[in-house]
T-cell receptor
Framework: AQSVAQPEDQVNVAEGNPLTVKCTYSVSGNPYLFWYVQYPNRGLQFLLKYITGDNLVKGSYGFEAEFNKSQTSFHLKKPSALVSDSALYFCAVRDSSNDYKLSFGAGTTVTVRA | SAVISQKPSRDICQRGTSLTIQCQVDSQVTMMFWYRQQPGQSLTLIATANQGSEATYESGFVIDKFPISRPNLTFSTLTVSNMSPEDSSIYLC???????????FGPGTRLTVL
């Protein structure tokens, strides 16, 4: 079985401050991890992924995430948040041995205030 | 990335009717999926749309309620049958690209059942 937990329903930060969105996962095999962002009335946009290799992965719009195997975490980070980063963020996981099915976290709403 | 279009983008339907949602991809893909996002909720996988064979449904979803067609490698339809207000959701088509180990989502179809 595979699952994802996003412990925070909401994250509020001031523009220019660092932004962190937390994600922990559970899989029986090796994890493939993803972050997606959803803007109001829009579909999901792919941000970044971890498949293998460097634990720190960089993605779109200045976002990065760090894979931590011992803590089974894949937190999303941005050094300096923008008001335009305000959106709903989803972490997703799949087991590398399964048939490509993603399991999503509940989502975290990020609000960046000017 | 993959360019995915869905029709309709939104609809308001009466209880007891059915709606067919179309998903078109700009290139051939092996894996296509249908997800549901209920209001304020995360994404839940409905089924994997298999080309040339019956779809594979997740627990809690059945073919009679959500019949799926996949006539070729670029197109799929999802029908929501005998609708009730509980079916009000965003329905998203998704495709998987082996080359980049990435999964992309369509813009979604926002369904409201009265």
């Amino acid at each position: 079985a595979q699952s994802v937990a996003q412990p925070e329903d909401q994250v509020n930060v001031a523009e220019g401050n660092p932004l962190t969105v937390k994600c922990t996962y559970s899989v029986s095999g090796n994890p493939y991890l993803f972050w997606y962002v959803q803007y109001p009335n829009r579909g999901l946009q792919f941000l970044l992924k971890y498949i293998t290799g460097d634990n720190l992965v960089k993605g779109s719009y200045g976002f990065e995430a760090e894979f931590n195997k011992s803590q089974t975490s894949f937190h999303l980070k941005k050094p300096s948040a923008l008001v335009s980063d305000s959106a709903l963020y989803f972490c997703a996981v799949r087991d590398s041995s399964n048939d490509y099915k993603l399991s999503f976290g509940a989502g975290t709403t990020v609000t960046v205030r000017a | 990335s993959a360019v995915i279009s869905q029709k309709p983008s939104r609809d308001i339907c009466q209880r007891g009717t059915s709606l067919t949602i179309q998903c078109q991809v700009d290139s051939q893909v092996t894996m296509m999926f249908w997800y549901r996002q209920q209001p304020g909720q995360s994404l839940t996988l409905i089924a994997t749309a298999n080309q040339g064979s019956e779809a594979t449904y997740e627990s809690g979803f059945v073919i009679d309620k959500f019949p799926i067609s996949r006539p070729n490698l670029t197109f799929s339809t999802l029908t929501v049958s005998n609708m009730s207000p509980e079916d009000s959701s965003i329905y998203l088509c998704s495709v998987y690209r082996d080359l980049n180990n990435e999964q992309f989502f369509g813009p979604g179809t926002r369904l409201t059942v009265l």
